[in-house]
Structure formats: structure tokens, C-alpha cells
């Protein structure tokens, strides 16, 4: 038998005997109705000030502006004419920002404009979705006590994964994109641009109508993509790292799907985080190159 | 069919929970088929043209991100089925 086979074998041993071994201790608990898995995306606020209150998803926000300004300025000032690696990801991640999202999607000088605007929309909903893989003490409503002081329970949660945050990023793109093709076209050119070339007569009653609501719904595509995507990672990792167990309390369970808890992390970290903050800049970029020409 | 087995669902008290099964379940159905034919047709025209590569790789992840998206509108729209009931 090869090491790796061995080592794959006992690895599967180990997974199976936990199953069992918890499946002894345990027993098949009762159904456990406390636990509600929405309060786990709840919003509490810890400084009330009416419409300025804070809670965690502001923290988050703020933390995340703060990464946004400070690494990038910090790198900037550091430039070296022989990179090293940080510097090296970071000119990587400029050039998919300028050439990818900007460059492709819009003529050069509307680019030169707007990838100010687009470079920092990507790296914002970037910097808000990684975060949001790091668990932090958030959790307020469930504390716990290290040395007498209560600690609120760590959690991972996502300022994106609050259908608020995305709404107002994608109002500004739709404000933004408007704003241009307006600009450039003039308010009747632009509405006149909506509606495609060759349509005539009484096809026009059918296809404008449907033309504007299609530039309505790019508002809640972009922004129920970006949360939904996250809400649903954020979701399914919570419940297969202990939720489900917790509340069907059948403790075997927590380890039964711990694995898949993993990989799903891994995926999300890996490729829905980036994913998403980069399908948010490209389709704002998409949107705002063709609002300044006819189709 | 559909209407049958939600029929039967709400005789036998099932209700809720069925709005995240059906939800996120067709949601998967049609978002797996969709992922499915944008990695099929990437594999088929980088053989085909394997100089296109980059281009492709970029246009794929795009089609990849606005189909899987397809599966999350099911299974929010399930989600809110099960909160607001």
C-alpha cells in the first residue's frame, strides 16, 4: 500500500470514527427551536444615534474604507523600480482594474475618467467581502466570558451580505451611468439610444417600455447578485460548520458536514469574493460605456 | 406536477421549508445546466483557438458570475418565502 493511500485511508478513518464516536456520546438530540439562524445576520446597534446608529455591518464598512485607502496609499508611496511580491500582487491587481474592467469596457479617455471611480468600487466590495472570512468578535447578542469581561461570540459576517450596502453601491453606478449618458447624449438622445436601432412603428410601444424597465432592473440585478451571492456563502457555511446540527441536535451531524464546511470556505475565499467584486466593477463598467453610445 | 406536490405539501403541513426546496432547488437545476454549457464551450473554443485564451478566460468568469447568480435569485426568493410566511 502507497503512503498516500494510507494517509488518504486514515484520514477517512479518523472522519468516520468521529461520526460514530459522537454518534455514541451524544445520541439523536431533540429538535432545538431557540436557535434562530436569522439572529446570526441581525443588526444591533451598539452606539444608538438614530439614522447614524452604529452596528457591526457600519464597523465593517468603516474597516474595510479604512484597508481600501491605507494599503493602497501605503504601497503607492512605497513604489520601488525592482518590486518585491506585495508590490508585484498589488500592480497585478491595477493592471486587471485598468486593462479588464476599465479598459475594455469604455473608450481611453472616458476610461482615464472613470477608472478612478471603478478602481475603488472593486476594491471596496473586495476589501468588504474578505473581511468578511475573517471571524471577529461581532456577535453581540451571544457573549461569552474570558477573564470576567464578556466577549461577544465571534462571527463572520459581511457589511455586502446586508442587502442595504450593495442597493446603495448600485444606486450610485445607476446615478453614475445615467449621469453620463445623459451628458454626452443629451435627455432625449439617451432615451432615444435605450430603444435599439431598426425598430419602427408599432414595434416601439412594445420594445420601449420593455427597454426602460431592463435599465430598472440592471438596479436590482447588480445589487441582489452581489448579496445574495454572500448571504447565501455566509449561510451555507454557517450551517454546515454546526448550525444544522445545533438544530436538528444531532451532534454527529457537525462533523458529518464539517468537511463540506471547508471546501465551501475555500470557494468563497477563493472565488466568490473576488468574483463578485469584479463582476460589480465590470458591469458598472459595462453600463457606463453604453450609456455614452447607440446600439 | 408542481401543483400536486404542493398540494400535498400544504395538506401535510410541510409548507414553509418547501419555498427554500423548490427555490433553491430549481434555482440549481437551471444554474448548473447554465454553468455546465459556459465551461463546455470555453473547453471547446480554447481547443479550437488556443491563441484566444486570455480573452476567453476573462469573457468566461463574467458568464459564469451572471449565471450562478441565477441560482442565489431562487434561493433568496425561497428564503423570503420561508421568513414572510
Known sequence: MSSTRKLLLSIFGFYVFGIVLLLVIFGIGKKNNSFQIQNEFKLVNWVNLGVFSINRAVVYLVISTILTIVTMVWIAR????????????????YSLMRDNITGDNMGDAMARRWFPF??????????NNLIGYIPLPTNSEETFNIFGVAVPSFALYAA?????????????VFVAFNWEGVRTQGPIGYVKSLIPAGVHGPMLLLIAPLEVISTFMRLIS????????????????LFMSGAL???????FLGWFTLPAA????LFELGLVATLQAFIFATLSAIYLGGAVTHH | MLTTIISFAASSGVG?????????????VGAGVGIGIIFGKVIESVTRQPEMRDEITSIQWLGFALTEAVFFYGLVAGLLSYVLK
Open chain 1, 78 to 93: 512605497r513604489m520601488q523600480a525592482r518590486p518585491n511580491k506585495v508590490q508585484t500582487a498589488v500592480e497585478t491587481l
Open chain 1, 262 to 265: 471547508i471546501l465551501i470556505y
Open chain 1, 118 to 127: 471603478l478602481g475603488a468600487l472593486f476594491l471596496f466590495i473586495w476589501f
Open chain 1, 160 to 172: 455586502t451580505a446586508n442587502i442595504s450596502v450593495p442597493l446603495v453601491l448600485a444606486l450610485v
Open chain 1, 222 to 237: 447588480l445589487t441582489v447578485r452581489l448579496f445574495a451571492n454572500i448571504l447565501a456563502g455566509h449561510m451555507i457555511i
Open chain 2, 16 to 28: 414553509a421549508g418547501l419555498g427554500i426546496g423548490i427555490g433553491g432547488g430549481l434555482g440549481a
Open chain 1, 245 to 251: 446540527a445545533v438544530i436538528l441536535g444531532l451532534s
